[in-house]
């Protein structure tokens, strides 16, 4: 978490999502912040550190601190996410499935996987949404 209210600005809080964070975006109401996290999804399954899937973790801003608020499970070599206009819906790029995956976020920032996924025929490396 970056103050920048201060002078200058500067780190005040700092959280640990786990290995290899992929994308950063944040809802646009400003109340949740969502990461993708490769998790060793990216790794040689004779690596220590695979893992066969990834997550992507939803963090709820509680002042000038970040609070873990969900968690799912999602492909491999997941790349970013965004958020839906009205903050209930996040979409998340699995590259080596070369798919989109769709939860649903509650009010509180849990993830419920939709079961959507929507096929892509390369796997996706960039995500953003239009801004109103």
Do not use: C, H
Request: charged content about 20%.
């Amino acid at each position: 978490m970056i103050d920048l209210t201060q002078k200058p600005a500067r780190v005040i809080d700092t959280v640990t999502v786990g290995q290899t964070p992929g994308g950063l975006t944040r809802s646009p109401d400003g109340k949740f912040v969502a990461v993708t996290v490769m998790n060793g999804s990216n790794k040689p399954s004779s690596s220590p550190f695979y893992a066969a899937q990834g997550e992507v973790q939803v963090w709820r801003v509680d002042g000038k601190k970040l609070v873990k608020a969900g968690e799912g499970k999602v492909g491999n070599w997941s790349q970013g996410a965004v958020f839906s206009n009205d903050n209930k819906t996040l979409v998340v790029q699995n590259m080596v499935q070369k798919e989109l995956q769709v939860f649903e976020v509650s009010p509180t920032g849990s993830l419920k996987d939709t079961g959507t996924r929507i096929k892509l025929t390369a796997g996706p490396a960039g995500i953003r949404t239009a801004e109103r």
